[in-house]
Protein backbone atom coordinates (compact mmCIF):
# COMPACT_ATOMS: atom_id res chain seq x y z
CA UNK A 1 0.00 0.00 0.00
CA UNK A 2 1.85 3.29 -1.05
CA UNK A 3 1.92 5.88 1.29
CA UNK A 4 2.89 9.55 1.93
CA UNK A 5 2.74 10.64 5.22
CA UNK A 6 2.63 13.91 6.80
CA UNK A 7 4.04 14.14 10.26
CA UNK A 8 1.42 16.07 11.82
CA UNK A 9 -2.50 16.07 11.76
CA UNK A 10 -3.04 19.32 13.19
CA UNK A 11 -0.29 22.26 14.23
CA UNK A 12 -1.37 25.40 16.13
CA UNK A 13 1.78 28.39 15.94
CA UNK A 14 2.03 31.88 16.95
CA UNK A 15 2.69 34.60 14.59
CA UNK A 16 6.63 34.90 13.70
CA UNK A 17 7.43 30.79 14.63
CA UNK A 18 9.67 29.07 12.35
CA UNK A 19 7.44 26.12 11.40
CA UNK A 20 8.49 23.10 9.43
CA UNK A 21 6.05 20.51 8.17
CA UNK A 22 7.70 17.38 7.06
CA UNK A 23 6.59 14.31 4.54
CA UNK A 24 7.33 11.56 4.07
CA UNK A 25 6.91 8.79 0.61
CA UNK A 26 7.37 5.60 0.12
CA UNK A 27 7.13 4.91 -3.01
CA UNK A 28 10.47 6.24 -4.65
CA UNK A 29 9.08 8.90 -6.62
CA UNK A 30 11.35 11.53 -8.04
CA UNK A 31 8.85 14.20 -7.67
CA UNK A 32 7.46 15.87 -4.54
CA UNK A 33 5.02 18.59 -4.10
CA UNK A 34 3.69 21.24 -1.68
CA UNK A 35 -0.11 22.27 -1.91
CA UNK A 36 -2.13 24.73 -0.21
CA UNK A 37 -5.63 24.26 0.36
CA UNK A 38 -8.18 26.90 0.90
CA UNK A 39 -11.83 26.71 0.55
CA UNK A 40 -13.31 27.96 -2.87
CA UNK A 41 -9.44 27.88 -4.21
CA UNK A 42 -9.03 24.20 -4.90
CA UNK A 43 -5.51 23.14 -4.11
CA UNK A 44 -2.51 25.43 -4.85
CA UNK A 45 0.88 24.92 -5.86
CA UNK A 46 3.67 25.99 -3.22
CA UNK A 47 7.46 24.67 -4.37
CA UNK A 48 7.50 20.96 -5.77
CA UNK A 49 11.18 19.28 -6.56
CA UNK A 50 12.55 16.88 -8.96
CA UNK A 51 15.08 15.55 -7.49
CA UNK A 52 17.32 15.25 -3.90
CA UNK A 53 18.15 19.73 -3.49
CA UNK A 54 16.46 20.39 -6.11
CA UNK A 55 13.42 22.75 -5.51
CA UNK A 56 11.38 25.20 -7.84
CA UNK A 57 9.01 27.98 -6.94
CA UNK A 58 5.50 27.23 -7.47
CA UNK A 59 2.69 29.44 -7.92
CA UNK A 60 2.53 30.97 -4.64
CA UNK A 61 6.16 30.50 -2.74
CA UNK A 62 5.89 33.71 -0.85
CA UNK A 63 6.10 33.04 3.02
CA UNK A 64 8.13 29.72 2.32
CA UNK A 65 10.70 27.38 1.75
CA UNK A 66 11.32 24.18 1.14
CA UNK A 67 14.16 21.24 1.57
CA UNK A 68 14.65 18.16 -0.19
CA UNK A 69 18.06 16.49 1.88
CA UNK A 70 16.92 12.72 0.74
CA UNK A 71 14.85 11.40 -1.76
CA UNK A 72 11.88 10.09 0.39
CA UNK A 73 11.39 13.42 2.54
CA UNK A 74 10.49 16.85 1.27
CA UNK A 75 10.34 19.48 4.30
CA UNK A 76 7.76 22.90 3.92
CA UNK A 77 9.02 26.08 5.95
CA UNK A 78 7.30 28.46 7.29
CA UNK A 79 10.31 31.18 8.13
CA UNK A 80 8.41 33.66 10.28
CA UNK A 81 5.12 32.06 10.35
CA UNK A 82 1.49 34.89 9.61
CA UNK A 83 -2.24 34.42 9.90
CA UNK A 84 -2.97 34.44 6.59
CA UNK A 85 -0.78 31.21 6.31
CA UNK A 86 -3.64 29.24 8.37
CA UNK A 87 -4.63 26.61 6.16
CA UNK A 88 -4.60 22.85 5.11
CA UNK A 89 -1.30 21.61 3.68
CA UNK A 90 -0.66 18.74 1.78
CA UNK A 91 2.08 17.00 0.12
CA UNK A 92 2.02 15.14 -3.00
CA UNK A 93 4.87 12.64 -4.54
CA UNK A 94 4.54 11.12 -8.14
CA UNK A 95 6.44 9.03 -10.63
CA UNK A 96 5.49 8.32 -14.19
CA UNK A 97 1.30 8.46 -13.78
CA UNK A 98 -0.91 9.64 -10.57
CA UNK A 99 0.18 12.07 -8.15
CA UNK A 100 -0.66 10.51 -4.12
CA UNK A 101 -1.10 12.76 -1.46
CA UNK A 102 -0.95 12.63 2.08
CA UNK A 103 -4.00 13.25 4.65
CA UNK A 104 -2.81 16.64 4.95
CA UNK A 105 -1.68 19.30 8.27
CA UNK A 106 -4.30 21.86 9.46
CA UNK A 107 -1.87 24.44 10.29
CA UNK A 108 -3.10 27.31 12.96
CA UNK A 109 -1.58 30.67 13.24
CA UNK A 110 -2.84 32.70 16.34
CA UNK B 1 -0.33 29.44 -16.62
CA UNK B 2 -2.99 27.48 -16.98
CA UNK B 3 -6.66 28.11 -15.26
CA UNK B 4 -8.81 25.02 -14.40
CA UNK B 5 -12.55 26.31 -13.64
CA UNK B 6 -15.05 23.95 -12.09
CA UNK B 7 -18.74 24.16 -11.09
CA UNK B 8 -21.02 23.64 -9.74
CA UNK B 9 -18.83 24.77 -6.12
CA UNK B 10 -21.88 22.77 -4.38
CA UNK B 11 -24.06 19.49 -5.59
CA UNK B 12 -26.83 18.22 -3.35
CA UNK B 13 -28.70 15.14 -5.23
CA UNK B 14 -30.85 12.42 -3.75
CA UNK B 15 -29.59 8.99 -3.24
CA UNK B 16 -30.13 6.95 -6.36
CA UNK B 17 -29.86 10.41 -8.34
CA UNK B 18 -27.01 10.90 -11.12
CA UNK B 19 -24.22 14.24 -10.46
CA UNK B 20 -22.42 15.77 -13.24
CA UNK B 21 -19.32 18.28 -11.97
CA UNK B 22 -17.98 20.32 -14.88
CA UNK B 23 -14.41 21.66 -15.46
CA UNK B 24 -13.10 24.20 -18.37
CA UNK B 25 -9.29 24.77 -18.98
CA UNK B 26 -7.32 27.00 -20.57
CA UNK B 27 -3.99 25.55 -22.46
CA UNK B 28 -4.32 23.41 -24.99
CA UNK B 29 -1.24 21.94 -24.53
CA UNK B 30 -2.84 20.07 -21.39
CA UNK B 31 -2.65 16.63 -22.09
CA UNK B 32 -4.01 15.01 -18.57
CA UNK B 33 -7.24 15.29 -16.37
CA UNK B 34 -7.84 13.75 -12.98
CA UNK B 35 -10.40 13.62 -10.66
CA UNK B 36 -10.19 13.74 -7.07
CA UNK B 37 -11.93 12.78 -4.22
CA UNK B 38 -11.33 14.38 -0.68
CA UNK B 39 -13.20 12.53 2.42
CA UNK B 40 -13.62 14.83 5.53
CA UNK B 41 -10.08 14.26 7.30
CA UNK B 42 -8.72 12.87 4.40
CA UNK B 43 -6.45 13.74 1.31
CA UNK B 44 -7.53 13.67 -1.97
CA UNK B 45 -7.80 10.11 -3.69
CA UNK B 46 -7.47 9.70 -7.56
CA UNK B 47 -10.93 8.05 -8.50
CA UNK B 48 -10.44 8.67 -12.71
CA UNK B 49 -8.39 10.23 -14.81
CA UNK B 50 -8.13 10.36 -18.71
CA UNK B 51 -5.81 11.47 -21.37
CA UNK B 52 -5.93 13.56 -24.61
CA UNK B 53 -6.23 11.24 -26.54
CA UNK B 54 -9.29 9.53 -25.11
CA UNK B 55 -12.74 11.18 -25.20
CA UNK B 56 -14.49 8.85 -22.53
CA UNK B 57 -14.04 6.58 -19.86
CA UNK B 58 -15.56 4.55 -17.52
CA UNK B 59 -15.10 3.00 -14.02
CA UNK B 60 -18.06 1.07 -12.86
CA UNK B 61 -20.55 3.90 -11.68
CA UNK B 62 -18.34 6.99 -12.69
CA UNK B 63 -16.92 7.90 -16.16
CA UNK B 64 -15.48 11.15 -17.70
CA UNK B 65 -15.62 12.95 -20.79
CA UNK B 66 -13.02 15.43 -22.37
CA UNK B 67 -14.11 17.70 -25.34
CA UNK B 68 -10.78 18.74 -26.64
CA UNK B 69 -11.99 21.51 -29.17
CA UNK B 70 -13.71 23.47 -26.59
CA UNK B 71 -11.59 22.73 -23.52
CA UNK B 72 -13.57 21.05 -21.08
CA UNK B 73 -13.62 17.51 -19.04
CA UNK B 74 -16.47 16.26 -16.77
CA UNK B 75 -17.31 13.34 -14.19
CA UNK B 76 -20.40 12.10 -14.37
CA UNK B 77 -21.55 9.98 -11.41
CA UNK B 78 -24.38 7.38 -11.88
CA UNK B 79 -26.67 6.09 -8.95
CA UNK B 80 -25.17 7.77 -6.08
CA UNK B 81 -24.88 6.98 -2.58
CA UNK B 82 -24.46 8.47 0.66
CA UNK B 83 -20.77 7.58 0.63
CA UNK B 84 -20.03 9.50 -2.80
CA UNK B 85 -20.50 12.54 -0.23
CA UNK B 86 -16.95 13.92 -0.85
CA UNK B 87 -15.46 17.32 -2.08
CA UNK B 88 -14.01 16.55 -5.40
CA UNK B 89 -11.60 18.24 -7.48
CA UNK B 90 -10.41 18.75 -11.00
CA UNK B 91 -7.25 18.99 -12.31
CA UNK B 92 -4.88 19.15 -15.56
CA UNK B 93 -1.29 18.90 -16.29
CA UNK B 94 0.93 19.11 -19.46
CA UNK B 95 2.97 16.47 -18.43
CA UNK B 96 0.63 13.42 -19.75
CA UNK B 97 0.71 12.70 -15.87
CA UNK B 98 0.15 13.95 -12.05
CA UNK B 99 3.06 16.68 -12.21
CA UNK B 100 2.44 20.22 -12.20
CA UNK B 101 -1.41 19.92 -11.89
CA UNK B 102 -3.67 23.09 -11.67
CA UNK B 103 -6.71 22.47 -9.75
CA UNK B 104 -10.30 23.54 -10.10
CA UNK B 105 -11.74 25.43 -6.99
CA UNK B 106 -13.40 21.49 -5.76
CA UNK B 107 -17.40 20.63 -5.64
CA UNK B 108 -19.05 19.87 -2.32
CA UNK B 109 -21.22 16.81 -3.17
CA UNK B 110 -24.05 16.02 -1.03
CA UNK B 111 -26.27 12.42 -1.63
CA UNK B 112 -28.95 12.73 0.37
CA UNK B 113 -30.42 9.16 1.60
Known amino acids: DVKVTQSSRYLVKRTGEKVFLECVQD?????MFWYRQDPGLGLRLIYFSYDVKMKEKGDIPEGYSVSREKKERFSLILESASTNQTSMYLC?????????FGQGTRLTVV | GENVEQHPSTLSVQEGDSAVIKCTYS??????FPWYKQELGKGPQLIID?????GEKKDQRIAVTLNKTAKHFSLHITETQPEDSAVYFCAASKNNAGNMLTFGGGTRLMVKP
Open chain 2, 27 to 32: DSASNY
Open chain 1, 92 to 100: ASCGDTEAF
Open chain 2, 50 to 54: IRSNV
Open chain 1, 27 to 31: MDHEN
